[in-house]
């Protein structure tokens, strides 16, 4: 079955350390996606992906990165820069429709805990 | 800028009782707008999506949300709650560029049996 792998489920890690959750689908989409979830904020996007080798920052880019080598693959590395990194992160995909009529398949999410 | 309001942090309902959860939204133009459940420590799940046309849309899991332009709203109805059904429901806009999806806060669903 088509779907999104992400992992590890949850990952440990200390202060100052960076470190990189995975992101890997198999449905043949175009666009991926990077949230942020904290309790009582909802989703937050960090970063998006509309084809292969491009990307754009979303709402709380900072202290994040990622890359877009392969179509099915796309990254996400905490870096030492971002301040608070404990979170529940979820990695989703779309076909490229910019109407917007393309829902989101999610992943069942990484939560990080930095200590 | 466009935004989402879900104005219910939490809400419990009995097992067999009626459900309606609010959404509210903030968008210039005709608004796609979605609603999606999230079970403990899993990601989302689609449960319904508006675009256009007949303002009552049917998902799945028997849930239904009805489209009222006059009152920026997008609630989501379900006739009779199962226990299953107790997880965390978020609504969505679609705020343009890049398919770009902006989520409530989130609705946190008890079903006590």
């Known amino acids: 079955d088509g779907g999104i792998t992400q992992s590890p489920k949850y990952l440990f890690r200390k202060e100052g350390q960076n470190v990189t959750l995975s992101c890997e689908q198999n449905?043949?989409?175009?666009?991926m996606y990077w949230y942020r979830q904290d309790p009582g904020q909802g989703l937050r996007l960090i970063y998006y992906?509309?084809?292969?080798?491009?990307?754009q920052k979303g709402d709380i880019a900072e202290g994040y990165s990622v890359s877009r080598e392969k179509k099915e693959s796309f990254p996400l590395t905490v870096t030492s820069a971002q301040k608070n990194p404990t979170a529940f992160y979820l990695c989703?995909?779309?076909?490229?429709?910019?109407?917007?009529?393309?829902?989101?398949?999610f992943g069942n999410g990484t939560r990080l805990t930095v200590t | 800028a466009q935004s989402v309001t879900q104005p219910d942090i939490h809400i419990t309902v009995s097992e067999g009782a009626s459900l309606e959860l609010r959404c509210n939204y903030s968008?210039?133009?005709?608004?796609?707008l979605f609603w999606y459940v999230q079970s403990p420590g899993q990601g989302l799940q689609l449960l319904l999506k508006?675009?256009?046309?007949?303002?009552l849309v049917q998902g799945i899991k028997g849930f239904e949300a009805e489209f009222k332009r006059s009152q920026s709203s997008f609630n989501l109805r379900k006739p009779s709650v199962h226990w299953s059904d107790a997880a965390e429901y978020f609504c969505?806009?679609?705020?343009?560029?890049?398919?770009?999806?902006?989520f409530g806060t989130g609705t946190q669903l008890k079903v006590e049996l």
């Open positions: 989703a995909s779309s076909t490229k429709d910019r109407g917007g009529n393309s829902p989101l398949h």
């Open positions: 449905l043949n989409h175009d666009a």
């Open positions: 992906s509309q084809i292969v080798n491009d990307f």
């Open positions: 968008y210039g133009a005709t608004p796609y």
């Open positions: 508006y675009f256009s046309g007949d303002t």
């Open positions: 969505a806009v679609f705020t343009g560029g890049g398919n770009k999806l902006t």
